[in-house]
Each structure stands twice: as structure tokens, then as C-alpha cells.
């Protein structure tokens, strides 16, 4: 099984929904990460959470919000999607001890109408 | 934070060996080089990193110039799987925990 596993792994809805991307890991790292890549570029941070008490924003946070529900899980929620926030969202975990080994997830390719 | 600059694409022969560049010439002494790749749409994957020195593990070899200017990320036998985007990111100190991915080098590695 993937240590780092993601859903849905790919979503339609429309302009104006709420949705929500789960992100679920079982290697025990403290740290979690939301990241969004848009076609041709590279990615870029959403938020992060270095604990389950601690949340904080990244380079491109607006129109998002997250929920460490757990050392395990780490939610992306878009509280009213609109067409430019379709890209690949990828989530990514990492410990400490490893420096800046960060471990992705296969990714949650979303589409918005 | 250091930034990072690296070539669009390269191509490179199967069994040999693909060399990626990387300069970084703002580096600052506390930050590292990182190294991931990204096959197609998948998330990506950590390669190696290094400090000062030269470093070796399964995947590749990472050659940082004296002056931490540039590094070079060697696959040493390139093979199909090998094409992907290469990403050099420098992080630490301010940008602790937090990585920046520019656009990387696509590598294509032809039969």
C-alpha cells in the first residue's frame, strides 16, 4: 500500500462548489504539505503543517483553506471553486531527521467548469 | 532565498550517463541542494541532496562545485524510466521546510 494516498484522485465540479481533497499517510511524519502544480510549471506550496496544532500558509493560499484532522490526515478544502484553481494538487509528508526529504502522493487532478 | 537555474531540456542516450546542471550562485553556507524528478504527472520523487560535499546513493551522484555555486546531478546509466523533470531546489535556512520547485530540465533519454 502507498504510504502517501490521496482522494479523490480526480474531480469535476463547477464554479461556485465547495469541495474537499483527503490526503491520508501511514509513515508517521509530522509535517504535511498541499501543493497545486498548473500545465508546464512547477509546483507550488499552498499550506503547511509542521504539527497537528500547527497550520501555515504558503506562497499561494488564497481560495483555500486546510484541516489537520490528525497526525495521518491533512485536508484542502476550496470553499468556492472557480475555473482557475483547476490543476494537479499533490500532498506531501516529511520528518525532520530527513531534512527536506519530502514524500508526494500521486496527485488529485481537478477540474473546474 | 537562493534561486536556482537550471537548462529547459537536455536529451540524453540510454546506458549513458545524463549529467543535469544546476546554478544556485546565491547559495547561502546554512542551505542545501535537494534534487527531485517528477515522471509525467506524478508526485514527485526525492534524489539526493547534498551540503558541501560530493554525494552517491542508488540513484545518483551529486557533484557541488567548491563554491557551492553549481552542483551536477549525474545518472550515472540513464535509462527510458530516467525521462522526467528535474527539479534543483536550494532550501534551508529562512525557507526551512519549505520547497521551492521552478520549472526544472525536462531529460529525454533515447533508445
Known amino acids: 500500500d502507498a504510504d502517501v494516498t490521496q482522494t479523490p484522485r480526480n474531480r469535476i465540479t463547477k464554479t461556485g462548489k465547495r469541495i474537499m481533497l483527503e490526503c491520508s499517510q501511514t509513515?508517521?511524519?509530522?509535517?504535511m504539505y498541499w501543493y497545486r502544480q498548473d500545465p508546464g510549471l512547477g509546483l507550488r506550496l499552498i499550506y503547511y503543517?509542521?504539527?497537528?496544532?500547527?497550520?501555515n500558509k504558503g506562497e499561494i493560499s488564497d481560495g483555500y483553506s486546510v484541516s489537520r484532522q490528525a497526525q495521518a490526515k491533512f485536508s484542502l478544502s476550496l470553499e468556492s471553486a472557480i475555473p482557475n484553481q483547476t490543476a494537479l494538487y499533490f500532498c506531501?509528508?516529511?520528518?525532520?531527521?530527513?531534512?527536506?526529504?519530502?514524500?508526494f502522493g500521486p496527485g488529485t487532478r481537478l477540474l473546474v467548469l | 532565498d537562493a534561486k536556482t537555474t537550471q537548462p529547459t531540456s537536455m536529451d540524453c542516450a540510454e546506458g549513458r550517463a545524463a549529467n543535469l546542471p544546476c546554478n544556485h550562485s546565491?547559495?547561502?553556507?546554512?542551505?542545501?541542494v535537494y534534487w527531485y524528478r517528477q515522471i509525467h504527472s506524478q508526485g514527485p520523487q526525492y534524489i539526493i541532496h547534498?551540503?558541501?560535499n560530493n554525494e552517491t546513493n542508488e540513484m545518483a551522484s551529486l557533484i557541488i562545485t567548491e563554491d557551492r555555486k553549481s552542483s551536477t546531478l549525474i545518472l550515472p546509466h540513464a535509462t527510458l524510466r530516467d525521462t522526467a523533470v528535474y527539479y534543483c531546489?536550494?532550501?534551508?535556512?529562512?525557507?526551512?521546510?519549505?520547497?521551492?520547485f521552478g520549472q526544472g530540465t525536462i531529460l529525454t533519454v533515447h533508445p
Open positions: 547534498g551540503l558541501k
Open positions: 503543517s509542521f504539527d497537528v496544532k500547527d497550520i
Open positions: 531546489i536550494v532550501v534551508g535556512g529562512t525557507s526551512y521546510g519549505k520547497l521551492t
Open positions: 509513515k508517521g511524519h509530522d509535517r
Open positions: 506531501a509528508t516529511s520528518d525532520p531527521p530527513e531534512g527536506e526529504t519530502q514524500y
Open positions: 546565491t547559495i547561502s553556507g546554512n542551505e542545501y
